[in-house]
């Protein structure tokens, strides 16, 4: 099992920067890809960037330039830096981990809201 506690979140104004960190715990590893998610309001949940097990990174159009997706030494831990956001950035923010078998675990979400 794995768990994963998310922190950051809160509100933002158009233009301006954010975090959010991830810290996996439990048999973390197992744990071969992670990342961020993103479901805004009214639709389905995508994917923000990713990073594999050999430091393969995965972003999405939207935020590319804007985001940078990074980890700390024990790869237990992954770090978004938003920058430049956008009020179509406002979301609930869900952190990721795929175990074996691809298992997927996910995080309680945060919400990040890019407004005056």
């Known amino acids: 099992q794995v768990q994963l506690v998310e922190s950051g979140g809160g509100l933002v104004q158009p233009g301006g920067s954010f975090g959010l960190s991830c810290t996996a715990s439990?048999?973390?590893?197992?744990?071969?890809?992670m990342g961020w998610y993103r479901q805004a309001p009214g639709k389905e949940r995508d994917g923000v960037a990713t990073i594999d097990i050999s430091g393969n990174l995965v972003e999405d159009d939207s935020v590319k330039g804007r985001f940078t997706l990074s980890r700390d030494n024990t790869r237990r831990t992954v770090f978004l830096q938003m920058h430049n956001l956008k009020p179509e950035d406002t979301a609930v923010y869900f952190c990721?981990?795929?175990?074996?078998?691809?298992?997927?675990?996910w995080g309680q979400g945060t919400a990040v809201t890019v407004s005056h």
């Open positions: 990721y981990a795929l175990g074996p078998y691809d298992r997927q675990y």
């Open positions: 439990g048999d973390t590893f197992t744990i071969y890809n």
